[in-house]
């Protein structure tokens, strides 16, 4: 039988059912109870506000320690199958910030791309950017990958750097990394992830989007 040329034929297949979102709070003061974690349930507020396809959210709170932050990693990936994993927190120059090595000691392969976004996107907000090491891996299993992404701890850098950074009139003026998460998921064979996109407009070549 002859293959049926179709954009629709073109587009990576999706698997059919939501989106499993790891969030990682690393944080020594916030997990030790010295102040309340923001980090998570700002994550968890942005998905909320930003997510329009279905997803599940696994939460975790943990200290600035290497092997912890990996094995947590790992447990939400190999364990929970999620498809993304968002860490925010530890990923400046002082001793105690390890979330990069961490990751990528967690990683299969890295996504330079990612960090690299983040911090021009950061620029626009602060000067501090280049002191974030964060870093975008994915981590690959037999038969399952997630993208792993690090954010800055200030919970305020949440927003900014998934949603980036539009003028008054909404035009964007940096691209938050959030446009590009939903091909790159598609492509590691995760759920087709829609948004809001007054919060944030996914991209996608025209023949891997699904026609509305
Ligand atoms: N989980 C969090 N909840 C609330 N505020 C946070 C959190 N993580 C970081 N912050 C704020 O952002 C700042 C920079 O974050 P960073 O990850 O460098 O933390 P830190 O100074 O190493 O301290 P700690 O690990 O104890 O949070 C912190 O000093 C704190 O004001
Ligand atoms: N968008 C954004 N990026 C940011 C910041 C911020 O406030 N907003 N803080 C910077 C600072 S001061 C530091 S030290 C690094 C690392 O922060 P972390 O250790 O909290 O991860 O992120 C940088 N990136």
């Known amino acids: 039988m002859a293959t049926q040329h179709t954009a629709q034929a073109q587009r990576p297949v999706s698997v059919q059912r939501p989106l499993r979102v790891g969030l990682i709070s690393i944080s020594d003061r916030a997990s030790q109870g010295v102040y309340a974690d923001e980090g998570v349930p700002s994550l968890r507020t942005w998905f909320e506000k930003a997510l329009t396809s279905p997803y599940e959210v696994q939460e975790r709170l943990v200290a600035d320690e290497r092997d912890v932050i990996t094995s947590t990693i790992i447990e939400l990936v190999d364990i929970l199958q999620c498809d993304l994993v968002i860490t925010t927190g530890g990923t400046g120059p002082a001793r105690r910030d390890v979330t990069p090595e961490a990751t990528l000691a967690a990683a299969t392969r890295e996504m330079p791309g990612f960090g690299e976004q983040m911090r021009q996107i950061s620029l626009k907000f602060v000067p501090t950017a280049i002191l974030s090491r964060q870093v975008g891996v994915l981590r690959e299993t037999d038969d399952h990958a997630a993208l792993v992404l690090n954010l800055p ?23 938050g990394i959030f446009a590009a998460v939903p091909y790159c998921i598609d492509l590691i064979g995760g759920p087709y992830i829609e948004t809001d996109e007054s919060v944030v407009k996914p991209f996608r070549p025209k023949k891997a989007a699904k026609v509305k």
Request: charged share 20%.
């Open 153 to 175: 701890g200030q919970p305020k850098a949440i927003a900014q750097t998934l949603e980036g950074l539009k003028d008054d009139h909404g035009n964007v003026v940096v691209s």
